[in-house]
């Protein structure tokens, strides 16, 4: 129904956007319609499955859950039974020949997530080259990262800003591609030295690449003369 609130627009974003433990903690909405209560049991399943917690899926999704849990279910067996995961496949592709449900999106979604783990993009995009959401749309920008084909992954993100430019994914899969992309521009280098030293990581590969492509960047000099001054340091104590 056109105009009618969506109810699970802020849990949608905080799953999209990382924040599994506020998309858990701010799950429990009223008044949701039926297929917004699948919708949203997913969203909370998928990331517990973020963060971990696969057997607390496995326990809590029975077999007479709706299609789109059971494939989440498998997604959180596919992940946590690394050595039995040929069974879970087997019941994957057995699922997607089905066709009472094998053309259900967010069966469609999980087999293009395992199958991108398994790096097997041709198997992947046989199921989300469709597209018909946002999730398999940005699944398919990313499945076309990983291919090196940036061509593709770009007409696939002109899509979805055709649908919607300002959803969250459609922003997301607008950063994946500029970062593909750019590997080399330097502010993109700058901008990925800086966010690692934010998070505690390692910077070392983004500021090497960065020295070699632009010698004269602010943040290459200043790299260099904070190099110049401790090694001027150890010296005058050796």
Not at 114 to 137: P, Q, R, S, V, W
Request: charged residues 20%; aromatic residues 6%; glycine residues 4%.
């Amino acid at each position: 129904m056109a105009g009618s609130p969506d109810h699970l627009f802020n849990l949608r974003n905080n799953f999209y956007l990382g924040s599994y433990q506020a998309a858990i903690n701010n799950s429990d909405l009223p008044n949701l319609s039926p297929d917004d209560a699948v919708e949203r049991d997913c969203l909370v399943y998928r990331s517990y499955i973020a963060l971990g917690s696969y057997q607390l899926v496995i326990n809590e999704i029975d077999s007479s859950a709706a299609t789109p849990l059971q494939a989440v279910k498998l997604l959180a067996l596919y992940l946590s039974s690394p050595h039995d995961k040929e069974s879970t496949i087997s019941s994957l592709k057995e699922w997607l020949a089905d066709p009472a449900i094998g053309n259900n999106p967010i069966l469609r979604l999980i087999a293009g997530i395992i199958f991108t783990h398994e790096e097997d993009y041709n198997e992947a995009l046989k199921h989300t080259n469709a597209g018909g959401t946002m999730e398999l749309h940005a699944l398919n920008v990313q499945i076309f990262i990983k291919m090196h084909r940036s061509d593709y992954a770009e007409r696939q993100l002109r899509v979805m800003q055709q649908i919607d430019e300002d959803h969250t994914l459609t922003q997301l899969a607008n950063a994946w591609l500029n970062l593909a992309v750019d590997a080399k521009d330097p502010e993109t280098l700058a901008n990925l030295v800086v966010c690692s030293l934010h998070l505690g990581k390692s910077s070392s590969r983004y500021l090497s690449q960065l020295k070699l492509t632009h010698p004269e960047h602010i943040l290459v000099k200043r790299a260099s003369s904070a190099e110049d001054s401790f090694e001027r340091a150890v010296q005058s104590v050796a």
